[in-house]
């Protein structure tokens, strides 16, 4: 007989974690389901020079804080024992390497098929994130350009790039410290869409959750807020960012209108050769496996209020951004999405599983 769980989580990075925290709280009997063989999220898959956006101060999941930086900002291995550490502290059952193709539902009980068997549950939790879902433009001539191409998802260091004239495409906080690193081993363009917009070096990654919180609160209630002076998609300035200010590199050369075999045609018609191109242009949402259960677009968006679905009851989808509550893709901004989503789980196993 299978064991029937009053919740599974698909995926065990920030999100999996943060709901983990509320839903050992709340003594329900749960398992997360983490297809990545150790602990650490999509930061496993960062490249090695990223870093928070916040003091350690204000990036911490529920319950525990993050251990203090040497660093203004905490890099990446920090975070990533931060993450396993808090997952022992808790003792969250995780079971690794178990990767979710799909999920069905019958009878009012979930279906989780993976290659290591199924699991059932009376709720699910999906918290999986963006970061298997690395979104490349279709753009005229991309299937024939010869030179090396990678997303920003599988960047690792700049020392792969070294002689390499290279491209950098997108115009968001990724695209600014790539260009920062790599344009200190070898020639590079950045290439974006608009002009890059930069925030004010005082600003970092806790002062925009608040603006976020307060753009939220101002919307819940009817009211109207300003929050244009702090766009949440401009470039935050972290020592790196600032750094290759100082140098002239964050320069935008414009946008191009396809490629070719050995380089980008720019808007004006004029052709430029490239040995290696880095596209930092975003995500999906790595939802595939919902498919057989409820509708996504072609982002991998589903139709939710908050983080709850709408098109099936039982089911919450936790730490994809502002499309399942506000700030929710970032550790401090997680903490308000996930007591809410195990008190609605809660609530719901109250009505439905008496």
């Not at 050992?24 to 960062?46: C, E, T, Y």
């Not at 990036?59 to 993050?66: A, V």
């Not at 690794?96 to 009012?108: H, P």
Request: glycine share 10%.
């Amino acid at each position: 007989m299978l064991e029937l769980y009053d919740t599974i989580v698909i995926g065990g990075g920030q999100s999996g974690l943060a709901c983990g925290y509320y839903l050992r709280r709340a003594k329900l009997n749960f398992m997360i389901l983490d297809k990545q063989p150790v602990s650490g999220g999509s930061w496993l898959h960062a490249w090695e020079s990223l870093t928070l956006f916040s003091p350690s101060e204000y990036s911490s999941l529920p319950g525990w804080f993050m251990p203090k930086s040497d660093q203004q900002f905490p890099v990446r291995t920090e975070v990533i024992d931060y993450l396993r550490k808090y997952e022992e502290h808790y003792k969250l059952p995780v079971k690794r390497g178990v990767e979710v193709s799909k999920i069905t539902k019958e009878a009012g009980i979930f279906q989780v098929y993976t290659a290591q068997g199924v699991f059932i549950a009376k709720s699910v939790i999906s918290a999986t994130g963006t970061w298997g879902n690395p979104f490349v433009p279709k753009l005229e001539g991309i299937d024939k350009y010869k030179g090396f191409q990678i997303h920003s998802a599988n960047y690792k260091t700049p020392d792969d790039f070294v002689g390499l004239k290279t491209l950098i495409v997108g115009e968001g906080n990724s695209g600014a410290q790539i260009v920062a690193e790599v344009s200190k081993v070898t020639a590079v363009k950045w290439s974006t869409k608009r002009q890059p917009e930069f925030l004010p070096d005082e600003v970092d990654g806790y002062y925009l959750f608040n603006v976020a919180s307060a753009k939220y609160k101002a919307e819940k209630e009817g009211k109207p807020f300003d929050a244009s002076q702090y766009n949440l998609g401009n470039i935050v300035m972290v020592p790196p960012v600032k750094e290759a200010r100082q140098r002239g590199v964050l320069v935008s050369a414009g946008t191009f209108r396809q490629l070719y075999d050995k380089g980008v045609v720019w808007e004006n018609g004029e052709k430029e050769e490239f040995e290696a191109i880095i596209w930092c242009t975003g995500f999906g949402y790595d939802t595939s496996y919902l498919k057989s259960l409820i509708p996504t677009d072609e982002r991998g968006i589903a139709n939710t209020t908050e983080s709850k679905s709408l098109d099936t009851d039982g089911l919450w989808l936790v730490g994809y951004g502002g499309w399942t509550g506000y700030a929710s893709a970032t550790l401090v901004g997680l903490n308000r999405t996930a007591k809410q989503t195990v008190q609605e789980i809660l609530e719901f196993l109250k009505s439905n599983h008496k």
